[in-house]
Protein backbone atom coordinates (compact mmCIF):
# COMPACT_ATOMS: atom_id res chain seq x y z
CA UNK A 1 0.00 0.00 0.00
CA UNK A 2 1.15 3.24 -0.82
CA UNK A 3 0.98 5.94 2.28
CA UNK A 4 1.61 9.57 0.95
CA UNK A 5 4.03 11.25 3.52
CA UNK A 6 3.88 14.74 2.28
CA UNK A 7 2.37 16.76 -0.58
CA UNK A 8 3.37 19.79 -2.41
CA UNK A 9 1.77 21.67 -5.21
CA UNK A 10 3.57 23.87 -8.07
CA UNK A 11 2.36 25.93 -10.59
CA UNK A 12 3.96 25.65 -13.99
CA UNK A 13 3.28 28.84 -15.92
CA UNK A 14 6.35 30.25 -17.76
CA UNK A 15 9.72 28.61 -19.25
CA UNK A 16 11.03 30.16 -16.24
CA UNK A 17 9.44 27.72 -13.47
CA UNK A 18 11.25 24.88 -15.23
CA UNK A 19 14.63 25.33 -13.13
CA UNK A 20 13.05 25.98 -9.80
CA UNK A 21 10.56 22.93 -10.47
CA UNK A 22 13.83 20.84 -11.15
CA UNK A 23 15.31 21.89 -8.10
CA UNK A 24 12.42 21.94 -5.81
CA UNK A 25 12.07 17.72 -6.92
CA UNK A 26 15.91 17.19 -6.49
CA UNK A 27 15.61 18.74 -2.95
CA UNK A 28 12.55 15.63 -2.17
CA UNK A 29 14.64 13.06 -3.90
CA UNK A 30 17.55 13.93 -1.52
CA UNK A 31 15.79 14.41 1.65
CA UNK A 32 14.53 10.62 0.84
CA UNK A 33 18.49 9.67 -0.12
CA UNK A 34 18.01 8.69 -3.20
CA UNK A 35 20.96 7.75 -5.23
CA UNK A 36 22.27 10.19 -7.71
CA UNK A 37 21.36 8.06 -10.95
CA UNK A 38 17.56 8.13 -10.08
CA UNK A 39 17.85 11.27 -8.93
CA UNK A 40 19.05 12.06 -12.22
CA UNK A 41 16.48 10.06 -14.07
CA UNK A 42 13.63 11.52 -11.86
CA UNK A 43 14.65 15.37 -12.70
CA UNK A 44 14.94 14.57 -16.24
CA UNK A 45 11.53 12.69 -16.81
CA UNK A 46 10.05 15.87 -14.48
CA UNK A 47 11.49 17.77 -16.80
CA UNK A 48 10.68 16.32 -20.57
CA UNK A 49 6.85 16.31 -18.48
CA UNK A 50 7.03 19.93 -17.67
CA UNK A 51 8.01 20.81 -21.17
CA UNK A 52 5.68 19.02 -22.55
CA UNK A 53 2.72 21.07 -20.34
CA UNK A 54 4.25 24.21 -21.16
CA UNK A 55 4.35 23.76 -24.74
CA UNK A 56 0.78 21.91 -25.54
CA UNK A 57 -1.44 23.53 -22.56
CA UNK A 58 0.39 26.74 -22.19
CA UNK A 59 1.33 25.43 -18.40
CA UNK A 60 -0.08 23.84 -15.57
CA UNK A 61 0.22 22.41 -12.08
CA UNK A 62 2.45 19.40 -10.41
CA UNK A 63 1.77 17.76 -7.42
CA UNK A 64 5.02 16.48 -5.68
CA UNK A 65 4.68 13.40 -3.20
CA UNK A 66 6.92 11.63 -1.06
CA UNK A 67 5.38 7.86 -0.84
CA UNK A 68 6.17 5.35 1.30
CA UNK A 69 5.34 1.93 0.03
CA UNK A 70 7.00 -1.19 2.69
CA UNK A 71 10.31 -0.92 3.25
CA UNK A 72 10.97 1.70 0.06
CA UNK A 73 10.38 5.21 -0.44
CA UNK A 74 9.76 7.41 -3.20
CA UNK A 75 8.46 9.94 -5.60
CA UNK A 76 5.52 10.62 -7.08
CA UNK A 77 5.28 13.65 -9.61
CA UNK A 78 1.49 14.41 -11.13
CA UNK A 79 1.06 16.93 -13.50
CA UNK A 80 -1.79 18.24 -14.49
CA UNK A 81 -2.79 20.96 -17.39
CA UNK A 82 -6.13 22.05 -18.97
CA UNK A 83 -4.68 22.11 -22.49
CA UNK A 84 -6.06 20.18 -25.63
CA UNK A 85 -5.45 16.63 -24.36
CA UNK A 86 -4.45 13.60 -26.67
CA UNK A 87 -6.40 12.25 -29.38
CA UNK A 88 -4.48 9.11 -29.90
CA UNK A 89 -2.30 8.14 -25.98
CA UNK A 90 -1.01 5.24 -27.88
CA UNK A 91 0.67 7.14 -30.68
CA UNK A 92 1.52 9.47 -28.33
CA UNK A 93 3.13 6.77 -26.42
CA UNK A 94 5.70 5.71 -29.55
CA UNK A 95 8.85 6.50 -29.89
CA UNK A 96 10.00 8.95 -32.50
CA UNK A 97 6.21 10.09 -32.83
CA UNK A 98 5.81 13.93 -32.20
CA UNK A 99 3.09 16.27 -33.68
CA UNK A 100 5.44 19.22 -32.41
CA UNK A 101 9.00 20.04 -33.69
CA UNK A 102 10.86 18.25 -30.58
CA UNK A 103 12.42 14.47 -31.56
CA UNK A 104 9.37 12.67 -30.06
CA UNK A 105 11.06 11.12 -27.23
CA UNK A 106 9.49 12.80 -25.01
CA UNK A 107 6.45 10.33 -23.86
CA UNK A 108 8.37 6.62 -24.40
CA UNK A 109 11.95 7.87 -23.26
CA UNK A 110 10.12 9.49 -20.05
CA UNK A 111 8.26 6.26 -19.35
CA UNK A 112 11.77 4.35 -19.49
CA UNK A 113 12.90 6.60 -16.67
CA UNK A 114 10.88 5.86 -14.12
CA UNK A 115 9.18 2.98 -12.18
CA UNK A 116 5.64 3.73 -12.67
CA UNK A 117 3.71 5.60 -15.43
CA UNK A 118 -0.24 7.00 -15.68
CA UNK A 119 -1.31 9.35 -18.16
CA UNK A 120 -5.59 10.19 -18.87
CA UNK A 121 -6.33 12.61 -21.35
CA UNK A 122 -9.92 14.09 -22.16
CA UNK A 123 -9.70 15.90 -25.65
CA UNK A 124 -11.08 19.09 -24.79
CA UNK A 125 -10.21 19.04 -21.30
CA UNK A 126 -7.12 18.33 -20.14
CA UNK A 127 -3.90 15.31 -19.36
CA UNK A 128 -2.97 14.16 -15.98
CA UNK A 129 0.57 12.33 -16.05
CA UNK A 130 1.42 10.81 -13.16
CA UNK A 131 4.76 9.17 -12.36
CA UNK A 132 6.69 7.53 -9.56
CA UNK A 133 10.20 6.77 -8.64
CA UNK A 134 11.22 4.46 -5.98
CA UNK A 135 14.13 5.42 -4.08
CA UNK A 136 15.97 2.03 -5.10
CA UNK A 137 13.67 1.34 -7.70
CA UNK B 1 20.27 39.62 -20.66
CA UNK B 2 21.76 36.46 -19.58
CA UNK B 3 24.75 34.93 -21.14
CA UNK B 4 27.09 32.36 -21.37
CA UNK B 5 30.70 33.65 -21.91
CA UNK B 6 32.32 32.39 -24.81
CA UNK B 7 36.27 31.97 -24.77
CA UNK B 8 38.22 32.29 -27.76
CA UNK B 9 41.71 30.82 -27.66
CA UNK B 10 43.43 30.45 -30.94
CA UNK B 11 41.35 29.40 -33.43
CA UNK B 12 38.77 27.22 -30.96
CA UNK B 13 35.89 28.11 -28.76
CA UNK B 14 35.25 27.18 -25.12
CA UNK B 15 32.29 27.68 -23.68
CA UNK B 16 31.43 26.13 -19.89
CA UNK B 17 28.02 26.08 -18.84
CA UNK B 18 28.21 26.47 -15.32
CA UNK B 19 24.28 26.61 -14.20
CA UNK B 20 21.56 24.47 -15.10
CA UNK B 21 20.23 26.58 -18.45
CA UNK B 22 16.53 27.72 -18.78
CA UNK B 23 15.34 27.43 -22.46
CA UNK B 24 15.96 31.33 -23.15
CA UNK B 25 19.61 30.82 -21.83
CA UNK B 26 20.43 27.41 -24.30
CA UNK B 27 19.21 29.29 -27.77
CA UNK B 28 20.48 32.09 -26.98
CA UNK B 29 23.99 30.02 -26.91
CA UNK B 30 23.25 28.26 -29.70
CA UNK B 31 23.14 31.75 -31.95
CA UNK B 32 26.11 33.29 -29.87
CA UNK B 33 27.95 30.38 -30.85
CA UNK B 34 27.17 29.79 -34.52
CA UNK B 35 27.79 33.53 -35.16
CA UNK B 36 31.01 33.44 -33.02
CA UNK B 37 32.02 30.19 -35.45
CA UNK B 38 31.57 32.92 -38.50
CA UNK B 39 33.53 35.69 -37.04
CA UNK B 40 36.47 34.33 -35.52
CA UNK B 41 36.90 31.42 -38.35
CA UNK B 42 37.00 29.19 -35.80
CA UNK B 43 37.93 25.30 -36.56
CA UNK B 44 36.27 23.47 -33.36
CA UNK B 45 34.24 24.78 -30.31
CA UNK B 46 34.54 23.17 -26.65
CA UNK B 47 31.49 22.81 -24.74
CA UNK B 48 32.31 21.54 -20.83
CA UNK B 49 29.17 20.48 -19.56
CA UNK B 50 30.64 19.25 -16.48
CA UNK B 51 28.43 21.72 -13.90
CA UNK B 52 25.09 20.08 -15.69
CA UNK B 53 23.48 18.14 -13.22
CA UNK B 54 20.65 16.67 -15.70
CA UNK B 55 20.43 16.93 -20.28
CA UNK B 56 16.90 16.56 -21.17
CA UNK B 57 15.63 16.21 -24.54
CA UNK B 58 15.53 20.07 -25.33
CA UNK B 59 19.42 20.56 -23.93
CA UNK B 60 20.34 17.69 -25.96
CA UNK B 61 18.67 18.78 -28.86
CA UNK B 62 20.70 22.32 -28.34
CA UNK B 63 23.83 20.44 -28.14
CA UNK B 64 23.22 18.49 -31.72
CA UNK B 65 22.07 22.17 -33.07
CA UNK B 66 25.13 23.71 -32.32
CA UNK B 67 27.29 20.29 -33.77
CA UNK B 68 25.35 20.47 -36.92
CA UNK B 69 25.51 24.45 -37.52
CA UNK B 70 29.21 24.20 -36.61
CA UNK B 71 29.92 21.50 -38.81
CA UNK B 72 28.35 23.14 -41.90
CA UNK B 73 30.27 26.39 -40.74
CA UNK B 74 33.20 24.02 -41.26
CA UNK B 75 34.02 23.45 -37.13
CA UNK B 76 33.81 20.35 -35.23
CA UNK B 77 32.14 20.49 -31.49
CA UNK B 78 33.33 18.25 -28.51
CA UNK B 79 31.16 18.14 -25.58
CA UNK B 80 33.00 17.11 -22.34
CA UNK B 81 32.52 16.27 -19.05
CA UNK B 82 29.22 14.57 -19.16
CA UNK B 83 28.52 12.87 -15.44
CA UNK B 84 28.14 9.54 -15.33
CA UNK B 85 24.73 9.32 -14.47
CA UNK B 86 23.91 11.89 -16.79
CA UNK B 87 24.97 9.55 -19.85
CA UNK B 88 22.89 6.54 -18.07
CA UNK B 89 20.07 8.98 -18.24
CA UNK B 90 20.34 10.26 -21.84
CA UNK B 91 20.65 6.54 -23.45
CA UNK B 92 17.53 5.70 -21.60
CA UNK B 93 15.64 8.35 -22.67
CA UNK B 94 16.79 7.47 -25.93
CA UNK B 95 18.72 10.41 -27.37
CA UNK B 96 22.54 9.64 -28.21
CA UNK B 97 23.62 12.76 -28.66
CA UNK B 98 24.53 12.63 -32.63
CA UNK B 99 26.76 14.48 -34.46
CA UNK B 100 29.11 15.93 -31.70
CA UNK B 101 31.72 14.38 -30.60
CA UNK B 102 32.57 13.38 -26.68
CA UNK B 103 35.54 12.94 -24.53
CA UNK B 104 35.90 12.58 -21.36
CA UNK B 105 37.47 15.99 -20.02
CA UNK B 106 38.37 19.26 -21.13
CA UNK B 107 42.07 17.83 -21.50
CA UNK B 108 41.25 14.86 -23.96
CA UNK B 109 38.56 17.26 -25.40
CA UNK B 110 41.35 19.47 -26.63
CA UNK B 111 43.45 16.50 -27.74
CA UNK B 112 40.51 15.35 -30.15
CA UNK B 113 40.14 18.94 -31.20
CA UNK B 114 43.71 19.41 -32.48
CA UNK B 115 43.55 16.00 -34.14
CA UNK B 116 40.35 16.43 -35.88
CA UNK B 117 41.43 20.23 -37.28
CA UNK B 118 45.09 19.29 -38.24
CA UNK B 119 47.51 20.76 -35.65
CA UNK B 120 47.54 24.48 -36.85
CA UNK B 121 49.70 25.84 -34.34
CA UNK B 122 52.27 23.53 -35.71
CA UNK B 123 50.92 24.47 -38.96
CA UNK B 124 51.36 28.06 -38.22
CA UNK B 125 54.79 28.07 -37.38
CA UNK B 126 56.37 25.36 -40.18
CA UNK B 127 55.18 28.03 -42.47
CA UNK B 128 56.73 31.02 -40.49
CA UNK B 129 59.85 29.05 -40.35
CA UNK B 130 59.20 28.44 -44.78
CA UNK B 131 59.30 32.39 -45.03
CA UNK B 132 62.10 33.21 -42.83
CA UNK B 133 64.46 30.60 -44.54
Request: proline content about 2%; aromatic content about 4%.
Given at each position: ?????????????????????????????????????????LITAASELVRNMLKYANG??????????????GIRLVFTDKGPGIKDISL?????????????????????????????????????????????? | ?????????????????????????????????????????????????????????????????????????????????????????????????????????????????????????????????????
Amino acid sequence: MKIVLSKDRMAIEREQDVVPFRNRVKEYAVKIGMSLVNQTKLITAASELVRNMLKYANGGTVLIEVLSQGRDSGIRLVFTDKGPGIKDISLAMKDGFSTGKSLGIGLPGTKRLVNEFDIKSTVGEGTTVSIIKWKNG
Amino acid sequence: MDRIPILRMGRLLLVTIQIDLYDRLATNLETDLVQMVNKTEAKGVLIDISALSIVDSFMGRILGNIGSMSKIMDAETVVVGMQPAVAITLIELGLELKGVHTALNVERGMELLKEKIGNYDEDLSDEDEDSTE
